[in-house]
């Protein structure tokens, strides 16, 4: 009996290897989704300590003024060529002083993992993961959740 040089996979060999790519798949995936959603409370909890500390620095460099009226808001600025609002921009309205240095940018109604500010000087943060939102207000000179809780503590622990 002759062999002959083969040039080709088999079925059995074809089938083999994408059973093997699709249980590595099954498993990397949701473990690359987990990640997304850690960098984005990441990046809100950067957010949420350098409001924290921009806030601090305006309130010294308040004092060292002479000037002792409170911090109330971290107000936005709208961008009338996106219709958007511009969210931790200036401290009370005074376009003077800048909050972050690129400011953020509210998200839509329906959006998962962003930034919105609400009324009465409220900014409300969204968990992409779930359905639950944290709500931070300004209050003694402090960037502060409005309600204790595990989602506020995992933002500002």
Known sequence: MLYT???AFTMLELTFVIVIIGILS???IPKLSATRD????TKARTTVAAVRNAIATE???RILRGVFTPITAVDGTVDATQANVAIFDFFDNADNNRVLEYPLRT???GARGCWIGLANNEYRFRFPHNNTDVDFNITNNRFDCKTAGPD???LTQ
């Not at 850690?38 to 409370?41: F, G, N, S």
Request: net charge positive; aromatic share 0%.
């Open 5 to 7: 040089k083969r040039n």
């Open 26 to 28: 099954a498993v990397a």
């Open 38 to 41: 850690d960098a984005i409370i």
């Open 59 to 61: 309130r010294q460099k």
């Open 107 to 109: 998200c839509d109604a």
């Open 152 to 154: 506020c503590d995992l």
